[in-house]
Structure formats: structure tokens, C-alpha cells
Nanobody, 114 residues
Framework: QVQLVESGGGLVQTGGSLRFSCAAS????????MNWYRQTPGKEREWVAAITSVGDSTNYADSVKGRFTNSRDNYRNTVYLQMNSLKPADTAVYYC???????WGQGTQVTVSS
């Protein structure tokens, strides 16, 4: 059974930082590109970042490029998202997702106050 457990969200002021974790189980984590998405009420889920299966390459949405850093630990089956210089526009529920699947965790809420 696939499980994705996101954690690390919270309330932070503009300019602050947070680090998310997504702990995965039930599939061969090290074989998958891992995505991060985010969603706000009334909007479609937005792709944020991706990291290759071995962690040697990352890609980011223009809206977060230069502020967010994606990493992974295949020994711990965990992917991380370091978020710096946070803005109110980053307020959302964040999810991790193995590329090409419909597996989603419960998400973790980030609220950035102005």
C-alpha cells in the first residue's frame, strides 16, 4: 500500500523559511521522479518542483525558482523541499507525488503572513 506522509508545514512570516519532508512507502521510491505540488482553495493543483530518481537533477516552477530547493534521501525514502524567502503567494497545501502516478498524501499546509 502506497503511503506518502508530508510534514513540516506551518505559519511563517514573509521572508521566512520552512522545510518540508515527504516520507514514502509501499513502492520503489528510488525508481521514481518525485514531484511537489501545491493547491489553494478554488484553484487547480500547481506543479512546484521535481527531482530525478537519483537526485542528480531538479526542476522548478518559475514562481519558486531561486527560493525553493528540492532534495531526497533514497535510504530514508524521503524527499525534502526547502523553502526560503517565502511570500504570501506561497500559501497553500503542499503535496508530494511520484511522477506518473495518482498517489497523493494528505498534504501539509503552509501559511505565509504579510
Amino acid at each position: 500500500q502506497v503511503q506518502l506522509v508530508e510534514s513540516g508545514g506551518g505559519l511563517v512570516q514573509t521572508g521566512g523559511s520552512l522545510r518540508f519532508s515527504c516520507a514514502a512507502s509501499g513502492f520503489t521510491f528510488s525508481s521514481y521522479v518525485m514531484n511537489w505540488y501545491r493547491q489553494t482553495p478554488g484553484k487547480e493543483r500547481e506543479w512546484v518542483a521535481a527531482i530525478t530518481s537519483v537526485g542528480d537533477s531538479t526542476n522548478y516552477a518559475d514562481s519558486v525558482k531561486g527560493r525553493f530547493t528540492n532534495s531526497r534521501d533514497n535510504y530514508r525514502n524521503t524527499v525534502y523541499l526547502q523553502m526560503n524567502s517565502l511570500k504570501p503567494a506561497d500559501t497553500a497545501v503542499y503535496y508530494c507525488n511520484p511522477w506518473g502516478t495518482d498517489y497523493w498524501g494528505q498534504g501539509t499546509q503552509v501559511t505565509v503572513s504579510s
